[in-house]
């Protein structure tokens, strides 16, 4: 299994190519990056790991971290970026003028 996404879709959204954590682009472990302000968002997908983190920093310092576990997909809806797992959503992301991160309970 692994994490099913689009990266045009992730461009779109972050306005930047995903970079790699190791070095090698084809082992599925990327970072994607967007700042606004004196906010930045990061996400870090391991494909095949079917994991993806999200950190929020303000000015440099950590404000919010959550690690999401069997996700399924990554999917843009508008300026939404949907995080799914066994077809349910478990997290989202809308990108505007702030970046506003909404998890559901388990």
């Excluded at 967007?34 to 310092?61: A, D, M, N």
């Excluded at 066994?86 to 991160?101: V, W, Y």
Aim: hydrophobic content about 40%; cysteine-free.
């Amino acid at each position: 299994m692994f994490v099913k996404f689009e990266e045009i879709d992730l461009l779109e959204l972050f306005n930047s190519e995903g970079e790699s954590l190791t070095g090698n682009k084809d082992d599925g472990e990327l970072l994607y990056t967007s700042s606004i302000i004196e906010f930045s968002l990061s996400i870090y997908i391991r494909t095949y790991e079917q994991q993806v983190s999200l950190f929020l920093k303000y000015k440099g310092k950590d404000i919010f971290y959550a690690d999401l576990k069997n996700v399924y997909e990554i999917k843009k809806v508008d300026n939404i970026l949907k995080i799914l797992s066994d077809e349910k959503q478990i997290a989202s992301i809308t990108f505007g003028e702030e970046f506003i991160i909404d998890l559901k309970e388990e």
